[in-house]
């Protein structure tokens, strides 16, 4: 019942990965076994297309992903 943290370098851009759900990418392999991204939660809200987490560029590439939502 506790909640499960998975986090890495993914090297795909978080914004066309949620966009596009492609099978083999991130949002919709690691959502199909039950976890949720916290740039999810976030909504994005306080990120800027301008910011990322790669270097200088705006690609969000860090992911943070959990499970049992209700616990995080």
């Known amino acids: 019942g506790l909640p499960v943290f998975i986090t890495g370098d993914f090297n795909v851009n978080y914004r066309y990965d949620h966009?596009?759900?492609?099978?083999?990418?991130?949002?919709?392999?690691?959502?199909?076994?039950?976890?949720?991204?916290?740039?999810?939660?976030?909504?994005?809200?306080?990120?800027?297309?301008?910011k990322g987490t790669h270097g200088d560029g705006s690609r969000l590439i860090d992911y943070v992903r959990y499970t049992n939502s209700s616990s995080v």
Not at 21 to 40: C, D, E, M, V, W
């Open 19 to 50: 966009k596009v759900q492609y099978k083999n990418f991130p949002f919709a392999r690691l959502g199909a076994i039950g976890t949720h991204s916290a740039y999810q939660r976030l909504n994005l809200a306080n990120i800027p297309k301008s």
